[in-house]
């Protein structure tokens, strides 16, 4: 493998800087869940769910899971074979967060034959908030995760000592970062660091000159403690997507206009104002007696679900691959169909593909949080209209346990149907 | 990855071949060795001496060392960064044996700017003999090397459910395979398949048209039950070395004996007589009380080792790298100086470089068997001359048992110096 570059030798000072996630990928890495503790059934419904989500996305690019030794002939035999599967261990399957956060410089010969260089961020990680509210208490796999992807793939390795997850942090590749108070702010994470400090990193590191700070994240995602990522991204530069409700007793309905009266003020690193669409939120979801009582017992989770209490679940947390949009459904009909047709509206030019996502919500995240896009080494070899294979992969993951079978079918065909009428669209 | 290759069709049928070790790698993969049980001092000594080959081999070649999830850290810690460490379990760490056996075809242009593809061949393996006479009981993993790593390359894979280990075949890569009567036609392999039917499989995924098949191993290479690599092997087209001694009363001599006789009468594909030279053993190695007394007691191995058995020593045990043959020293001054001055003559472009390998026969094997090179895919892009950082990594390898460190570092420095004088070298 090429050599590290050292830590006193920044991304931004040698020129890196962490593309937007709708630039050309050449994969996508994901993990296979396992843990009988964090994924209830024995981990079989979110396995289902991971199968699907990677399918889809290796309709648009190609698809790495990472699964562990006792897990590799399962989630090879599991998986489509066009995918991918690298052993590697680790303590969740969260690759936004534990995996490393790419960076990119032109050739020196700047020349669009000659690609870029490839990089990556090795961000140091507590479980989400070690001993003041991490998730689990060993997390001694996740912390090698980043390092081993970047050494399968020979690319060049920016370890950083500061406590930071991928799912916190959003870029629009032209030096704006989008980000929470509440997640890297929190006395959990880094709290020798004042916030000055932190945005310093960000942009030594990430290269950007503009850090927006959102108060909040979302309501109920105490998991991570406001990820950036399950309420707000960028869609393009100059244009962000935000979790919404309409419901002014729903006690995300502040948080959302709080985020929304600030990005509407703010100005992006290129001095521009920002197009703000509200991405309505589905009715709440709750845990049920069966997602509770399904999970092992465990002395190393330090997280309790009760059941009836609410999943933070958002469409925000969705992943832009190359040419399509994979978003979560939760089988809400109204507000899947609307979200649906939101990010059809916003993504122009990208196929959306929306896949049942409620067996990965219950462990606190979404499919942005299980995925991390690799930028392309070539970009202008990125043809993305013929990687789409869209007849070969049906969408065909487990029922969605709020409705029967047929009811989700219906809507499934319905989401994937062209010419939905607009009365079927919330307000937003 | 790329979809793997049907076992209906063959590697000859699609054009694919095995290529000679000599032709251009894009690198070299190495396993790290940790079993207690296996080797002995908990496996301390393994490791310094399996870093020394890899770094020497890296010298001329990148390197790639798989690791299990428990050793991951030990082995990052202990090697150069150049080298790429790879999370993968394995029962032990011989990758001649384990990994996949790598072919090579044309791309369809014909025009060397393409380059060529790459696949890997993954036979079956059964811990070289499984219930009659196999290592350890348990070679689960080791059973999935080969498709881990080629689908961390992402090369297409040939299944085969024939048992065979890469160190029990050497071809010339014009069409000759050398092989072993003992070995390949042990009903502990495949007992239901006769030669004939060993030998089409051979031809079918090698894409040979010849094998040569000697009758016996090395003496006392009872743990693979003779691999050709231990006693013969091609040095280019034509060229063969032999492992030889002069001493009639050693067991060894009437194989040697045997093996020359038919070789000097053999005609490879091409029709070509063969040139044999004469590769002198070591004097006998044999287990020292420390050696034997340092494995960790086990209920999976079933060899036993005893002290003053002799060990399966021999310098055609060697890897051909790009520019450079590393080879396996014992501090055995006379016959270590005889085997590097007769290697320097078989390969006249090669930099011939011995490391200290006691510490790796002492499981069985030697050099050979613990790397498997990877054939590269843009031949013409592999300049060797560059590749060779010879003042970055001295040789500073565990001394070796049988001698003083100052009778060892005397001997190395002769070694490696230019005009040693005939009066050192064994009449061979």
């Known amino acids: 493998m090429e050599p590290e570059v050292q830590n006193t030798a920044t991304p931004a000072a040698l020129?890196?800087?962490?593309?937007?996630?709708?630039?050309?990928?050449?994969?996508?890495?994901?993990?296979?869940?396992?843990?009988?503790?964090?994924?209830y059934g024995n981990a079989k419904h979110a396995q289902a769910a991971f199968v699907e989500v990677a399918t889809t996305i290796g309709r648009f690019e190609?698809?790495?899971i990472i699964a562990s030794a006792a897990q590799w002939p399962t989630a090879r035999a599991m998986l489509p074979r066009e995918i991918r599967v690298v052993e590697t261990s680790f303590n969740d399957a969260w690759l936004r967060d534990i995996g490393p956060t790419f960076v990119v410089r032109d050739a020196p010969s700047g020349k669009s034959e000659d690609g870029r260089e490839v990089a990556g961020i090795d961000w140091a990680f507590n479980s989400w908030g070690g001993e003041l509210g991490g998730l689990y208490a060993d997390w001694t796999q996740d912390a090698l995760v980043a390092r081993k992807?970047?050494?399968?793939?020979?690319?060049?390795?920016?370890?950083?000592?500061?406590?930071?997850?991928?799912?916190?942090?959003?870029?629009?590749?032209?030096?704006?970062?989008?980000t929470t108070e509440e997640c890297l702010l929190n006395p959990n994470r880094n709290p020798h660091m004042p916030k000055a400090a932190i945005q310093a990193q960000l942009q030594a590191y990430l290269n950007v000159q503009k850090v927006i700070w959102l108060k909040h994240g979302l309501f109920g995602d105490t998991d991570t403690d406001g990820h950036i990522d399950n309420m707000a991204c960028f869609a393009r530069p100059g244009v962000v997507l935000l979790a919404w409700t309409d419901d002014e007793t729903?006690?995300?309905?502040?948080?959302?206009?709080?985020?929304?009266?600030?990005?509407?003020?703010?100005?992006?690193?290129?001095?521009?104002?920002?197009?703000?669409?509200?991405?309505?939120?589905?009715?709440?979801?709750?845990?049920?007696?069966e997602e509770v009582d399904g999970l092992a017992p465990s002395s190393d989770v330090r997280v309790k679900t009760d059941v009836g209490g609410r999943m933070a679940g958002s469409y925000v947390n969705f992943y832009i691959a190359n040419g399509g949009i994979v978003a979560p459904g939760?089988?809400?009909?109204?507000?899947d169909v609307g979200a649906k047709q939101k990010l059809e509206e916003v993504f122009p030019e990208h196929k959306v593909v929306m896949v049942p996502a409620r067996n990965i919500l219950v462990n606190g995240g979404n499919i942005h949080c299980i995925t991390q896009q690799q930028p392309a080494r070539f970009p202008a070899l990125i043809q993305v209209a013929e990687t789409v294979r869209e007849d070969t992969v049906p969408l065909d993951g487990p029922p969605l346990p709020d409705f029967t079978s047929e009811e989700v079918e219906a809507a499934r065909e319905r989401l994937n149907a062209k010419g939905i009428g607009p009365e079927e669209v919330p307000a937003v």
């Open 330 to 335: 939760f089988g809400d009909i109204r507000h």
């Open 15 to 39: 020129g890196f800087r962490m593309p937007a996630e709708w630039e050309p990928h050449d994969g996508c890495w994901m993990g296979w869940p396992e843990r009988p503790d964090l994924w």
């Open 250 to 289: 729903d006690p995300q309905y502040e948080r959302s206009v709080e985020a929304y009266e600030q990005l509407i003020r703010e100005k992006d690193a290129k001095g521009r104002a920002l197009e703000v669409h509200k991405l309505h939120l589905p009715t709440p979801l709750t845990y049920t007696q």
């Open 62 to 64: 190609p698809v790495t």
């Open 149 to 178: 992807i970047l050494e399968v793939e020979k690319l060049p390795r920016f370890p950083h000592p500061m406590i930071l997850e991928g799912g916190s942090i959003h870029v629009d590749g032209e030096g704006t970062c989008l």
